[in-house]
């Protein structure tokens, strides 16, 4: 059967205070953002195993495809400072509801995330509105950095 509300699904692997936190992180994230192009401001912030928070905001180029988006450029930040395993994830954007990862980062995320919840916040100022999924809910069966030494060898060997 159908979750009937999964909306307002617990937030459990962080408690309520850091999630405020970790959202409002992704928030001032957001008014750094660098969409001049897209015109669509997007903010993320990332918790690290060891509580360390790093946000980041997307930052887009003339040279369209060169777009980072929020999500990335906070997991960056988190690696380069040693962070290499996320356990919760918030992402503000302008919309109703709010957006969720695109591939590319649901990707990223779970290079670093065996799994991890994320924060959705949406809403005219970026977090009125907010709805918890798990990345294995975003990218089920996702291909993993493990999946890589199963597949050494030459082809067909
Ligand atoms: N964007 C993000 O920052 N994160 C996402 O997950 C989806 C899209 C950005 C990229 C681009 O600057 C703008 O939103 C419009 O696609």
Redesign the pocket.
Known sequence: MRDPKPETAPLSVIPPEQWNELAAAAVAARARAY?PY?G?F?GAAVRTRDGRIFSGA?V?NASYGL?L???RSAIVQAVLAGGREIVAVA?SSGISPP?T??GM?RQTMAEFAEDCEVLLLGGPKGDEERRVVTLSQLLPQAFRPASLSRGKGPVGG
């Open positions: 969409a897209s669509f997007v997307n887009e777009t988006c929020a999500e992402v957006a990862p695109c980062c």
